[in-house]
């Protein structure tokens, strides 16, 4: 099974600007579904961006359109979320998810492989 990898996290000020980076650590050729989640405390995880396979569709979540991009590196097994504009409500624990099993992109019990997550702090 692929392990996610999560790296890039860290504490800004509102307005700031952070990239984060998902590699998965597992060699593999297969391509894998891609999304970052976050959960804030007291609040159950939530879907923020995905990019698919094959066809490069990206998906966001309505609270994070205009600000956050979502990309692929150039292997298929890493992925980046490019955040500006942040706002404290933005701060959360960050999570790759790989491998999309069923289901809707933004649902955590729709990816099998989970990475451990980064911590983004925003500070008003």
């Known amino acids: 099974q692929v392990q996610p990898v999560e790296s890039g996290g860290g504490s800004v000020q509102a307005g700031g600007h952070l990239k984060l980076s998902c590699t998965l650590s597992?060699?593999?050729?297969?391509?894998?579904?891609m999304a970052w989640f976050r959960q804030a405390p007291g609040k159950e995880r939530e879907g923020v961006a995905a990019?698919?396979?094959?066809?490069?569709?990206?998906y966001y979540a309505d609270s994070v359109k205009g600000r956050f991009t979502v990309s692929r590196g150039s292997t298929w097994n890493t992925l980046y979320l490019e955040m500006n504009s942040l706002k404290p409500e933005d701060t959360g624990m960050y999570y790759c998810?790989?491998?999309?099993?069923?289901?809707?992109?933004?649902?955590?019990?729709?990816?099998?492989?989970w990475g451990q997550g980064t911590q983004v702090t925003v500070s008003s």
């Open positions: 990019a698919s396979v094959g066809d490069g569709r990206t």
């Open positions: 998810a790989a491998d999309l099993v069923g289901g809707m992109w933004f649902r955590p019990a729709s990816f099998r492989a």
């Open positions: 597992t060699p593999t050729t297969t391509r894998y579904f």
